[in-house]
């Protein structure tokens, strides 16, 4: 979700910067703190818990956001070739920016969707902007 956040909003014109001091965060402990987790609550939403649900509508999540960030095994002829193209509803509403290309973001954090890689970032290491 973080890959998918920001590059919508690198390509919609937001600058990305990586301070020396973390400024805001968000805590990810429902569970330890005996709260339900999202997908532990989604299947009760909707009227059907139990095992499976979640993990059905998790994969189709799944497949739209690595579709939108660009892995290459989840392309849109991939998508529509599964039978899947409900998970491409509208991107063109949800989809990247047009501020910057989504090439663009690639080079910028040095992220490599077909390796499933990322490599060093400069510009964050030095404090710079690119």
């Known amino acids: 979700e973080e890959i998918a956040l920001s590059s919508r909003a690198w390509t919609a014109g937001w600058d990305i910067y990586a301070p020396r001091q973390n400024l805001i965060a968000h805590q990810y402990r429902p569970g330890r703190m005996g709260l339900p987790k999202f997908w532990g609550s989604v299947g009760r939403l909707f009227g059907r818990p139990g095992p499976g649900f979640n993990t059905r509508l998790q994969k189709k999540i799944i497949k739209r956001v690595k579709n939108l960030v660009g892995y290459p095994e989840v392309s849109t002829e991939e998508v529509k070739k599964d039978g899947d193209e409900l ?44």
């Open 87 to 130: 998970v491409l509803t509208d991107l063109e509403f949800y989809g990247m920016g047009s501020e910057r290309t989504r090439q663009a973001y690639v080079d910028f954090t040095n992220i490599d969707f077909s390796s499933k890689s990322c490599k060093n970032m400069q510009w964050c290491n030095k404090c710079e902007m690119a």
